[in-house]
C-alpha cells in the first residue's frame, strides 16, 4: 500500500513538471538570468565645453619716454604708486628751451604789432601800403606765431604726465640723469617709467582650431584664478579673427574688472568655454554607447533580453551622449563590457545606481 501511494506522488510530481515545462507562459528560474549593469535612458541638458589655460596682463600699459633732452629735475613716483590720466610724473631741466620760447614770444609781439599797425594805417588811407607789404607783414607775423607755438609745444615735452590711469611698475632713473630724447620708436634711449593699467585685466587665451568655429564675441566664458581662488563670470570680448599658422590656433581676449587689484597681471587662470548645449534631451553614459561607424546599444527588453538596437547620436561630452534617435526615455541598456554577453541572453538587468552601492 505505501509502495503504491508513493508510486502515485512521484507520477504527480512529474505530470506537474512536465505541464509547467510545455506552458507557453513558463520563465527560466531567475537565477539563471545574468546579473547585468544597465544605465537606464534619462533626459538631461548637455553641454560641451574646452578648457584651456590663459594669462592676465595689463589691459593698456607703456613706457614713458621723453621726447626732448634734459636732465631729469624731478620724479614724483616711485614702483607701486598709482597715478590718473594727466598726472605729473616728472619734469625735466631744459634751460635751452625756455630761453626759446623767451626769444619767440618777443618776436611774436614785434611781428604782431608791425602788422597791427599796418591795418590801422590801411583802415584810415587806403592805398597808401601795397599789397606786397602787407602780405609780408602778414607773413612775418605767422611764422613768429608759429615758432613761438612750437617752442611752446617743446617746453610742455618737459613734463612728463600719466597717459593713463595706472599703476607704476618699474622706475628707470632718478633725479639728475640726462634723459636722451626719444623721437622715433627706433631710437633706443632709456624709459623713465613703465606705467600700465591694472584695474582692468586682458585674459589672453588661445583657441584651438577645432573650437574656433563655436567661439564668438560674447560667448561664455567661466575663469577660474588658481592663485586667489577667485571663479569670474564673463564673456569673450575680442577675437584675433584668423588662426595662426604656426600653432593652430586663434587668439582670444577676455575683459577682467579688477577695481581691488586683488588679480596681478602675469597671474595664471582656466578658462571653460561653452561651445553648444542643448537642453531637456535623451542622454547615456558613453560606455552604454557603441560609438563605432553603425552606433548602437544593446537594450534590455520587456522579456529581459538583449537586443542590438542601432542608435543615432548627437551632442557628445567627455562622459555623456546624446540619442536622438532608437531609444525612448526609461529604456535600459547595457552598460559597460559586452564581451562576456550575447544578443538574445536573457539577463537580471541591475541599474547603475544599484550596481554601486
Request: glycine share 6%; aromatic share 4%.
Amino acid at each position: 500500500m505505501r509502495k503504491i501511494l508513493l508510486i502515485l506522488i512521484i507520477a504527480a510530481i512529474i505530470c506537474v513538471g512536465i505541464h509547467y515545462i510545455n506552458s507557453p507562459t513558463a520563465a527560466l528560474p531567475h537565477y539563471d538570468a545574468k546579473p547585468v549593469a544597465v544605465a537606464v535612458v534619462t533626459r538631461e541638458n548637455l553641454a560641451r565645453n574646452i578648457t584651456l589655460s590663459a594669462e592676465f596682463r595689463p589691459f593698456q600699459e607703456a613706457d614713458l619716454h621723453a621726447k626732448v633732452a634734459g636732465y631729469l629735475k624731478s620724479i614724483t613716483v616711485d614702483i607701486g604708486d598709482q597715478v590718473k590720466a594727466g598726472q605729473v610724473i616728472a619734469t625735466l631741466d631744459i634751460a635751452e628751451l625756455k630761453s626759446d620760447l623767451d626769444r619767440t614770444t618777443a618776436a611774436y609781439h614785434d611781428a604782431a604789432l608791425d602788422y597791427d599797425r599796418m591795418h590801422t594805417v590801411i583802415k584810415k588811407r587806403p592805398g597808401l601800403l601795397a599789397q606786397s607789404e602787407v602780405d609780408q607783414a602778414q607773413a612775418v607775423y605767422e611764422m613768429a606765431k608759429a615758432n613761438m607755438e612750437r617752442a611752446k609745444t617743446f617746453l610742455d615735452y618737459a613734463t612728463i604726465t600719466a597717459p593713463f590711469d595706472g599703476v607704476i611698475t618699474k622706475r628707470y632713473v632718478d633725479p639728475g640723469a640726462l634723459i636722451q630724447a626719444s623721437e622715433n620708436s627706433s631710437t633706443q634711449t632709456l624709459p623713465l617709467v613703465h606705467v600700465a593699467e591694472n584695474n582692468k585685466l586682458r585674459l589672453d587665451f588661445p583657441v584651438p582650431e577645432s573650437a574656433v568655429a563655436q567661439v564668438r564675441i560674447g560667448t561664455p566664458v567661466d575663469v577660474t584664478v588658481q592663485a586667489t581662488k577667485q571663479v569670474i563670470h564673463s564673456s569673450v570680448a575680442r577675437i584675433a579673427g584668423n588662426i595662426d599658422s604656426n600653432t593652430r590656433t586663434m587668439e582670444t581676449e577676455v575683459d577682467i574688472d579688477n577695481p581691488d587689484l586683488r588679480i596681478t597681471p602675469g597671474m595664471y587662470a582656466s578658462v571653460v568655454i561653452d561651445l553648444e548645449q542643448k537642453n531637456a534631451v535623451l542622454v547615456l553614459p558613453v560606455q552604454a554607447v557603441n560609438v563605432g561607424d553603425k552606433a548602437n546599444v544593446w537594450l534590455v527588453n520587456e522579456q529581459s533580453e538583449i537586443e542590438d538596437r542601432p542608435v543615432t547620436l548627437g551632442l557628445q561630452t567627455a562622459d555623456k551622449v546624446e540619442i536622438t534617435s532608437g531609444v525612448n526615455e526609461g529604456d535600459k541598456v547595457v552598460f559597460g563590457n559586452r564581451g562576456a554577453l550575447s544578443t538574445g541572453m536573457k539577463v537580471d538587468p541591475k541599474p547603475m545606481s544599484e550596481t554601486k552601492g
